[in-house]
Structures are given as C-alpha cells and as structure tokens.
Nanobody, 124 residues
Framework: QVQLVESGGGLVQAGASLRLSCVAS????????MGWFRQAPGKEREFVAS????????YYADSVKGRFSIARDNAKNTVFLQMNSLKPEDTAVYYC?????????????????WGQGTQVTVSS
C-alpha cells in the first residue's frame, strides 16, 4: 500500500510563492508518474501538473503554465510543486497522486494513490 503525505500549504498573499512537497511511503515510486491536482470549494478536482517516472517530462494545466513547476527526487521518494506568482484563483486543496503509468497523465482516473491534501489559500 502506498501512502502519500503532502506538506507546504499555507496562507499567502497574491504574488507570493509556495513549495509543496509530497513524500511517498510503502513503495518506491521511481517507476511511477506523479501528479498534482487541486480542488477549490464548490468545484471539481482539476489537474495541475504531472511528471513522468524519469523526471524528464512534465505537463501542466494551461492555468499554471509558466508559474508552477513540478519536480521529483526519486532517491527521497518525493515530488515537489513550486508555485510562483500565486493568484487568488489558485486557492484550493492540493492533492498529490501517483499512477502506475510511467508517462505523464492529466486525468484523475489514471491515478491510483492519493494523498489527503494540503490547503493553499491566496489572499488578494
């Protein structure tokens, strides 16, 4: 069984930066693509970013492209989401997810393991 634990969320002002971390335990995820999703109040969960098993290929939602960056450290079984130039519309609970696919995936249905989420709130 894989457990994913996110951290790094918080309350920041617009324009600030945050770095989310997701540590996996229970299984090495070096062969798995990883992703970040978010869910704002009253909205469906949406894709944010994905990184393949090698860490070379990444994919972003248009809404965060150029502002967010996903990376991974397979030696530490950890994936990161660097979020810059945050906007109030980025406010959401951010979830880390792991898929058995090795290639980037932007659909929640392809992900098998999910963390509990970390709250990110951006004030204007």
């Amino acid at each position: 069984q894989v457990q994913l634990v996110e951290s790094g969320g918080g309350l920041v002002q617009a324009g600030a930066s945050l770095r989310l971390s997701c540590v996996a335990s229970g299984r090495t995820l070096s062969r798995h693509a990883m992703g970040w999703f978010r869910q704002a109040p009253g909205k469906e969960r949406e894709f944010v970013a994905s990184i393949d098993a090698t860490g070379i290929n990444t994919y972003y939602a248009d809404s965060v492209k150029g502002r967010f960056s996903i990376a991974r450290d397979n030696a530490k079984n950890t994936v990161f989401l660097q979020m810059n130039s945050l906007k109030p519309e980025d406010t959401a609970v951010y979830y880390c997810a792991a898929t058995t696919w090795s290639t980037v995936q932007n659909t929640a249905a392809f992900y098998d393991y999910w963390g509990q989420g970390t709250q990110v709130t951006v004030s204007s």
